[in-house]
């Protein structure tokens, strides 16, 4: 897209009623225009700015402002219009006019890989436990931008590698596999397709450990689905406390937020872990090695070896 377009800015106090919102649309108003949301407190307006969010007034773009921070994501579909997300302080309030100019290509056959490896235990070798990450991020925007992705998820590799490794040098009585997914940050895609496509019956994994955002821990590690299997979860939090290895061990429900979720979908017990505190970057350009601080990275290791041997 290329071109000037005329900005429409919409807050609380201006944002049109629906009938409005149909008239200015069925009168093609918005064509040729961006609509700037700014939505903050807006509580008393959701359906109104539901409708700007998606576009349904037929608009060349819409500009989010943001509050804190820019956070990127990836899509699997693409749209007939823009959206940008802009910080507040970026966007002079008083703009009337946005030149825009933005080279998009769309690979709606892009293929990505899955990489597993396995240490066949020497005992039970149909018992499988199971550490999963994602090791794909966001990639590039435009020529120049990079997203290093060093919590999210360069962390959850490097702890699978390092079990990857202890158990290789000390060979369990079970088989454990390690699956590195593809695709994670594009919806879960790469995980999907294992669960659909299994080397081996799913029934046969004992446990599935997902590792993500391993980067932190000063505020201890959550635990996606502890409250679905619990008596693990209480394991986990026994072995912790015995050891005195984290500062806390938090629980949540089931979440359809990493490659975990297809695994308990199917029927496989399935944790995802991830740590809390620390720095904030998330999705942005800031999430780079030189700041990462893995603060907790060695006792997550500890805690995790310490859990499987009960498993």
């Known amino acids: 897209m290329q071109g000037d377009f005329q900005l429409i800015w919409y807050n609380e106090s201006n944002v049109p009623t629906l009938k409005q919102l149909k008239k200015l649309s069925n009168q093609r108003f918005f064509e040729n225009k961006f609509i700037v949301i700014d939505n903050i407190g807006a509580k008393s307006k959701t359906n109104e700015f539901n409708l700007l969010k998606i576009n349904a007034v037929g608009a060349s773009g819409i500009i989010f402002l943001e509050e804190n921070k820019l956070t990127h994501h990836l899509s699997t579909s693409v749209t007939d219009f823009v959206t940008l997300r802009v910080m507040r302080t970026a966007l002079n ?3 009337k006019n946005i030149s825009i100019k933005i080279d998009q290509q769309f690979l709606p056959n892009y293929t990505s890989q899955n990489v597993i490896g396995l240490v066949k235990g020497t005992k039970y070798p149909d018992s499988v436990l199971v550490f999963s990450a994602h090791y794909d991020h966001l990639g590039k925007m435009g020529k120049n931008i990079y997203f290093p992705g060093a919590n999210d998820n360069a962390s959850g590799v490097a702890m699978m590698l390092n079990l990857a490794e202890h158990y290789s040098k000390n060979v369990p009585e079970k088989t454990i596999v ?5 695709a994670e940050e594009s919806g879960i895609i790469g995980s999907q397709f294992y ?3 299994p080397l081996f ?4 994994i004992n446990f599935l450990i997902n590792l993500d955002l391993l980067g932190t821990g000063d505020d201890g590690i ?3 689905n502890g409250s679905v299997f619990q008596a693990h979860f209480n394991k986990l939090v026994e072995i912790n406390n015995q050891k005195k290895l984290l500062k806390e061990i938090k629980i949540r429900g089931k979440a359809a937020n990493s490659d975990h979720y297809w695994f308990s979908e199917k ?3 399935a944790f995802f872990i991830y740590t809390l505190g620390g720095i904030k970057a998330y999705h942005d350009i800031d999430d780079k090695a030189a700041t990462l601080p893995l603060t907790e990275f060695e006792d997550c290791f500890r805690l ?3 859990f499987v041997s009960e498993l």
Not at 178 to 182: D, L, S, Y
Not at 201 to 204: A, F, G, Y
């Open 195 to 197: 669960t659909e496509n």
């Open 93 to 95: 309030s008083f703009a």
């Open 222 to 224: 959550q635990v996606v």
């Open 267 to 269: 029927g496989v017990p």
């Open 178 to 182: 390690f699956m590195a997914f593809g």
């Open 304 to 306: 995790l070896n310490l």
């Open 201 to 204: 019956p799913l029934k046969n």
